[in-house]
């Protein structure tokens, strides 16, 4: 019953930005704590950023200083603003939501940086 729907995916060239939201419904989203991960060809999904039930935040080495994770506990969504891409965020983006024990997953959504 729980739903987690992506948008923002797209193709932007080498120093441009793209916003990432996932509407999330059928869990206590307030409590969730909120995450977004990657994965590239050939490689192993990664942590990219984190947010908690009270706000903090935390970021991959690699994306630090350049996204920020956000979240709005009234409209339900979590949004990942990507500033400065590189190539090498070429990736597919998943959603995930954490809360009373489970853990849930969107399909994903392809982010491609052209150079």
């Known amino acids: 019953q729980v739903h987690l729907v992506e948008s923002g995916g797209g193709l932007v060239q080498a120093g441009g930005s793209l916003r990432l939201s996932c509407a999330v419904s059928?869990?206590?989203?307030?409590?969730?704590?909120l995450a977004w991960y990657r994965q590239a060809p050939g490689k192993q999904r990664e942590l990219v950023a984190t947010?908690?039930?009270?706000?903090?935040?935390n970021y991959a080495d690699s994306v630090r200083g350049r996204f920020t994770i956000s979240r709005d506990n009234t409209k339900t969504t979590v949004n990942l603003q990507m500033n400065s891409l590189k190539p090498e965020d070429t990736a597919v983006y998943y959603c995930?939501?954490?809360?009373?024990?489970?853990?849930?997953w969107g399909q994903g959504t392809q982010v491609t940086v052209s150079s």
């Open positions: 995930n939501v954490a809360a009373r024990g489970y853990s849930y």
């Open positions: 059928g869990t206590t989203f307030s409590i969730a704590t």
């Open positions: 947010i908690t039930r009270g706000g903090s935040t």
